[in-house]
């Protein structure tokens, strides 16, 4: 085999017969067998009394002896077992109960029976049932902690034993049965209902038709639909070796989280002997819907053998997948394909071979499409697929983008357990992307463990980063206090973009380092230059208490113009920077916490506070008469400093300090920030201003009150 250990592989699909698809179908066709296997051995157990005498008003206390004597159970019938010699001797028997060894529970009943017998075999003491049919059977088969089932001491594997007559079963048919398959060792139960069965000839080394329908329901991994099984078939002495020809499987119904499921599994021949098995042109056929996902399946695989690892030759499998909308329209739809080639054993117990992928999804103007390659290995030991060497490209389409395809490359590996012991899946992926003419530029790597509980290594680069767009293009923003997107992450990254654009505030260069880990998200040591000045802090969220913590620092930021780009309609004009420490917590991060407290300190220069002239309304207070304005309702602000702290909807501010060249002003109070109204009781110093040189010296106690641009002034007692 040449070496393609550059090739990639195909990550996020199921091997085309592979053993988890062959496995789970198996079972499904040995259990069947497994079920025919019982009924024979119970059968044994009611016919082995026909070696001295046919007696029929002594059959009951015959068998019932003898199945109390040789297997610890008890029988017991409803009515005489009849024996009828026209037009061929048959036996007839009411409704029967078997019980478990030692214990009364019932093990197996049924409500009629007819045996067909061999009229020479009887002669010579043998029996041979030449057809069976037994109407109305409940069996209930279980297996203890210890993968005993309660059904072993009927199936007497001792190469010494010698059954005292000779038994053959030739044909069976069964109607309206129900059966009942429990282990307590996986917690698993299967159960088969309205189960109908029929043989044309069941026999030691022969083989023959057999046609199953059943209704099968299992809690554990919420199966429930309608099984049918036709196949050839020819078994050995056990059930452990044989073989299926002409095999359909079809299964209508719903399995796992797949609804409305439709599977069809064909086989050409199926062979088994202990662990080996050999498989000859098998083809799956499946659909179903998963939400409001249709999902459709097809695969093929010419032939392939298991004896520790897997050999086979070339597979290929198409998945095709829709989402319908609420409208019940198509909103998005797309094909997986996948190949694999030279699937040779490697080892004792793994085998190798190389896959290779491509898929095309398309929802409107965006999808994605892409191709990946790599190595493929089974591991029969460990129960487990691997994925090795991968390496693969996708072009992703998206209205948000400045460009028609955003190019990706991924490398990694991942691993699946094929069975529920201990071997959690675990991935390990290094992506390179590049989103649009200088969108988003992200080199990345991530492994799990478990796939809900990733590790991200991140180093994301930008230039002319427009997160507006994205938001109004569809792309979903993460809202913090939602603790599910954090449970189980483990992420450290850092971003890093220039001409950045979010919420209409342009940015000059961002640094962001993002550690996830523990449910919660830290933002340590970010940087933003913004607006001619900077804005720097640490930001952390807590999800299990739903605690947000920020510390943040603004310097020498024109906040005149962020607030025109943000679309804040500030009261104040003509502030130049500010300082602000603000620490919260709460879980309405996206508007104003619910709790919150700070210090924020505001410089400004020639400031206006617009919708208020103070100084001349203190003279009107004060004079009692009205004093001519400038032409404008301001007043002048150089420097504002106050603490804060925010309870619900209020503002509550305890020491605010403002000044002004003639005057300052302290003022403690509240304002509801949804309304904009405050309430205000502000200390008044007058300095040196000639305007006010009538109240210098005094000292003024004011009621502010009402909307933040233009409240009512009144003097405080």
């Known amino acids: 085999m040449p070496d393609r250990g550059t090739e990639p592989v195909h990550a996020g699909a199921s091997l085309p017969g592979s053993p988890t698809l062959a496995h789970r179908m198996s079972l499904l066709v040995r259990a069947a067998g497994f079920l025919l296997g019982m009924l024979v051995t119970a059968l044994a157990a009611i016919v082995l009394f026909i070696s001295v005498s046919f007696d029929e008003r002594q059959m009951n206390a015959d068998i019932r002896d003898f199945v109390e004597s040789e297997y610890e159970r008890s029988w017991s019938t409803d009515s005489d077992i009849h024996l009828s010699l026209l037009p061929w001797p048959s036996l007839q028997i009411g409704p029967a109960n078997l019980s478990e060894p030692n214990r009364q529970e019932a093990f197996a009943s049924w409500k009629k029976a007819s045996f067909e017998l061999d009229a020479l075999a009887l002669l010579r003491h043998k029996v041979v049932i030449r057809h069976a049919r037994i109407d109305g059977l409940t069996l209930r088969l279980a297996r203890d902690q210890k993968g005993v089932w309660n059904a072993a001491d009927l199936l007497n594997d001792d190469p010494d034993f010698e059954s005292p007559i000779s038994m053959q079963l030739e044909g069976l048919a069964l109607s309206h049965a129900s059966v009942v398959m429990e282990d307590a060792a996986s917690g698993r139960s299967l159960q088969w209902r309205g189960l109908e069965l029929g043989t044309d000839a069941w026999l030691a080394n022969r083989g023959g038709r057999m046609q199953i ?69 098998m083809h799956v056929r499946a659909s179903g819907m998963q939400g409001a996902q249709s999902l459709e399946l097809t695969a093929a695989l010419p032939a392939a053998r298991w004896h520790g690892a897997l050999q086979a030759g070339n597979a290929s499998a198409q998945l095709t997948l829709r989402n319908t909308a609420e409208q019940g329209g198509s909103d998005m739809q797309g094909q997986l394909n996948l ?38 290995q089974h591991d029969a030991k460990a ?206 991060v996206h508007a104003m916490p619910d709790k919150a407290k700070g210090v924020l300190r505001i410089y400004a220069k020639n400031a206006r506070w617009q919708g208020v002239d103070l100084p001349r309304r203190m003279l009107a207070l004060h004079g009692g008469k009205a004093v001519p304005g400038s032409g404008q309702q301001a007043t002048p602000l150089t420097e504002l400093s106050a603490a804060f702290r925010v309870e619900g909807p209020t503002l509550l501010v305890d020491r605010l300090a403002a000044h002004a060249d003639g005057f300052g002003l302290t003022a403690t109070g509240n304002m509801q920030y949804a309304s904009r109204n405050m309430d205000l009781l502000l200390g008044v110093r007058i300095g040196n201003d000639k305007a006010l040189a009538e109240l210098r010296g005094k000292r003024m106690s004011l009621r502010v009150k009402g909307p933040l641009t233009g409240p009512q002034v009144s003097i405080e007692p």
Do not use: C
């Open 213 to 281: 329908v059943a209704q099968l329901v299992s809690p554990n991994s919420t199966l429930e639909g309608k099984l049918s099984v036709s196949a050839r078939y020819h078994f050995g002495e056990s059930l452990d070796n044989g073989m299926l020809s002409a095999a359909q499987i079809h299964y209508v119904g719903s399995i796992d989280t797949l609804n409305a499921a439709d599977i069809t599994l064909g086989l050409g021949t199926a062979t088994w002997q202990a662990d080996q098995w050999q498989l000859a042109d």
């Open 339 to 376: 190949a694999l080639q030279d699937i040779v054993p490697a080892g004792a117990n793994t085998s190798i071979a190389w896959l290779e992928g491509s898929w095309q999804l398309q929802a409107g103007k965006q999808g994605t499409q892409g191709k990946l390659r790599g190595q493929l």
């Open 383 to 588: 129960r487990q697929l691997n994925l090795d060497k991968i390496t693969g490209d996708f072009s992703l389409m998206h209205p948000a983008l400045n460009a028609t395809n955003a190019r990706a490359s991924l490398q990694g590996k991942a691993r699946w357990a094929l069975s529920p012991s201990p071997g959690a899946p675990r991935g390990e992926f290094n992506v390179d992307a590049a989103f649009g003419k200088d969108v988003l530029h992200v080199v990345t790597s991530i492994a799990a463990d478990r796939m809900d509980k990733p590790v991200i290594t991140a180093r994301i680069d930008s230039e002319h980063f427009d997160v507006d767009r994205l938001l109004s293009a569809g792309v979903p923003a993460v809202s913090l206090p939602a603790s599910d997107w954090l449970h189980g992450k483990t992420v450290d990254a850092v971003l890093r973009a220039t001409n950045v654009k979010f919420g209409g505030m342009q940015m000059t260069s961002v640094y962001v380092p993002v550690k996830i880990a523990d449910d919660r998200l830290a933002l340590a040591g970010h940087e933003l230059d913004l607006y001619g000045g900077k804005l720097a802090g640490s930001a952390s969220y807590d999800a299990t208490k739903q605690e947000l913590t920020l510390f943040e620092t603004l310097r020498e930021v024109q906040l005149d113009t962020l607030a025109r780009d943000a679309k804040l309609d500030l009261p104040i004009t003509g502030l130049t920077n500010a300082t602000l420490d603000v620490r919260s917590q709460g879980a309405q």
